[in-house]
């Protein structure tokens, strides 16, 4: 079964910089849109940035400008520059892979473990 593992989190001082990591085994990450999404202590799962097997991206209104999500193809992974983080930043960031089962639209969701980011005042 395959897995996504995020990498990368760490505690950082507001204004820093962290890179993560989603890496999967196979072609999933190439072939499928990645999403990272974030959740904070007491709220709910929100997307921050995605990016379609095609290239294209997406992000949340509070990090564009800021957060840069790529894929390296080399390293068959998915990642997610942060720049100019920011206190409200801090959640644990997941890795998440939509797949489209059907022509109907219907898909499967495959989330990682997440990893933890905090980002001190």
């Known amino acids: 079964q395959v897995q996504l593992v995020e990498s990368g989190g760490d505690l950082v001082q507001a204004g820093g910089s962290l890179r993560l990591s989603c890496a999967a085994s196979?072609?999933?990450?190439?072939?499928?849109?990645v999403g990272w999404y974030r959740q904070a202590l007491g709220k709910q799962r929100e997307l921050v940035a995605s990016i379609t097997s095609g290239g294209s991206t997406n992000y949340a209104d509070f990090v564009k400008g800021r957060f840069t999500i790529s894929r390296d193809g080399a390293q068959n992974t998915v990642l997610l520059q942060m720049n100019s983080l920011k206190p409200e930043d801090t959640a644990v960031y997941y890795c998440n892979v939509r797949t489209v089962i059907n022509v109907e639209g219907a898909y499967v969701d495959l989330w990682g473990q997440g990893t933890q980011v905090t980002v001190s005042s």
């Open positions: 196979g072609s999933i990450l190439s072939r499928n849109a």
